[in-house]
């Protein structure tokens, strides 16, 4: 076989790569904000092939098979209704989310670890309760010390989040990159500019 006829065949799907399709629920919410739900184009042609899903926008791009061609979705709505989560899973991305990607002790954003904020070696659980996001250097000053022994004090107090409080806040972190076609689903019901 020929080695060139082989990397243009390899290579022309990998330009497809950056044509996601925004999911939509039944009701026209992304399933998720934070991360933001996406399927690979690949992902939303087969649902759409198989029925499952709407397709709402388009990308230019056109990809073809020997018997037809599809316009790239950019903007899919789910056939079924899906039910969101209730019950939060205490995960360190969710934590991280629900302190809003802050250190609870400075306020800083960068290099982010968890600190127990009674130490588990006082008899603290790890729980929404006692689980903060933390930076290194507050985390290293605190160590296995009960807080009021080291100066620093809580931006806010740890809880466990809701479901709807979770999704609410990873509106505020928009991903890199938005498509034109997907601004009329993501934040429809913000606040508008005067």
């Known amino acids: 076989m020929n080695a060139e006829f ?3 065949f390899v290579r022309a799907p990998g330009a497809l790569r950056q044509h996601p399709a925004l999911v939509l629920n039944a009701d026209y919410r992304p399933l998720s ?4 739900s996406l399927w690979c184009w690949q992902d939303a042609i087969k649902a759409a092939w198989l029925d ?15 018997s037809t061609s599809i316009r790239i979705p950019s903007v899919v709505v789910l056939k079924d209704y899906v039910k969101p989560q209730k019950r939060v899973a205490f995960t360190r991305f969710n934590l991280f989310l629900r302190d809003e990607f802050r250190c609870q002790y400075c306020g800083g954003k960068g290099d982010l670890t968890f600190d127990h904020v009674v130490p588990r070696a ?8 006692n ?11 605190k160590g296995s010390k009960a807080l009021h022994r080291t100066g620093l004090s ?25 498509h034109d ?9 913000a606040e508008l500019e005067a």
């Open 131 to 141: 689980v903060v996001a933390a930076c290194s250097p507050c985390n290293l000053k």
């Open 122 to 129: 006082s008899g603290g659980v790890t729980s929404w309760q």
């Open 6 to 8: 082989r990397t243009d």
């Open 52 to 66: 499952r899903v709407d397709i709402v926008a388009e990308y230019d791009e056109v990809v073809r098979s020997p």
């Open 154 to 178: 809580l931006r806010k107090p740890p809880r466990q989040p809701g479901a709807e409080e979770l999704r609410n806040m990873g509106r505020k972190f928009p991903p890199n990159h938005l």
């Open 33 to 36: 904000y934070y991360p933001l």
């Open 181 to 189: 076609s997907w601004m009329d689903f993501l934040y429809w019901d």
